[in-house]
């Protein structure tokens, strides 16, 4: 399988991010982890910081596996300061699935 950019449109989306969301929700593991590998992994702190990908990204992590979970920590790296000052305003879904998904689990970001 290769990238789709039509994938990437419904990423930043107002409408089309919706349905991206059931897919992502609903999909079986094994085509989510080809969607995770081909158009998140990789983009995940810029997506993260979009005003509306990063409902996307909140809802994959919903389901993503431990090393997925792990490969978004790992990505966002110094966007951490960013996305947590932006907090109130459009990426606390973002924060808030992994504080959830990792129950309170400390990460050490370079």
Known sequence: MQESDFLGTLLRDTTSSHLLE??????PQEPFDVLWKLHFKGRLAKLGLHPIANFVVAKAATRASETQILELVEEVGDGW???ISEFIFTHQ?????IR??????V???P
Do not use: S, Y
């Open 93 to 97: 879904n973002v924060c808030l699935i």
């Open 107 to 109: 990460f050490c970001v």
């Open 81 to 83: 300061n960013k996305l």
């Open 100 to 105: 959830q998904r990792h129950q309170g689990r």
């Open 22 to 27: 059931v897919i992502l929700m609903h999909a």
